[in-house]
């Protein structure tokens, strides 16, 4: 009983370094890009995950509208988005 016991130890171990190492820190990032999404704005400056920059026009339920440049507007999905830029980025 005890040595079956010993056995499953280091399985248990490692999964455990391994939640506090990999599972963790990913859950958390993911955490906080739902609550950047949630939060964007009609005229935060944004970047995707393509590199495209742009300035929030319109915003829907899953999508919103980039202009990213004078009258040219593209629509993509919200979690695209990858970082809000300083006001004034986007030149």
Do not use: W
């Not at 506090?20 to 970047?47: C, N, S, T, W």
Request: net charge positive; proline share 4%.
């Amino acid at each position: 009983m005890q040595s079956s016991l010993m056995s499953m130890l280091p399985l248990v171990l490692m999964f455990v370094v391994l939640y506090f190492v990999m599972i963790r820190p990913q859950m958390k990032k993911q955490k906080e890009h739902r609550a950047m999404i949630e939060a964007l704005a009609k005229g935060d400056e944004v970047a995707t995950v393509g590199g495209m920059l742009g300035k929030v026009s319109k915003l829907g339920e899953g999508y919103l509208t980039l202009e990213v440049a004078p009258n040219v507007e593209v629509q993509i999905q919200r979690s695209a988005v990858v970082l809000v830029l300083p006001k004034g980025s986007i030149k």
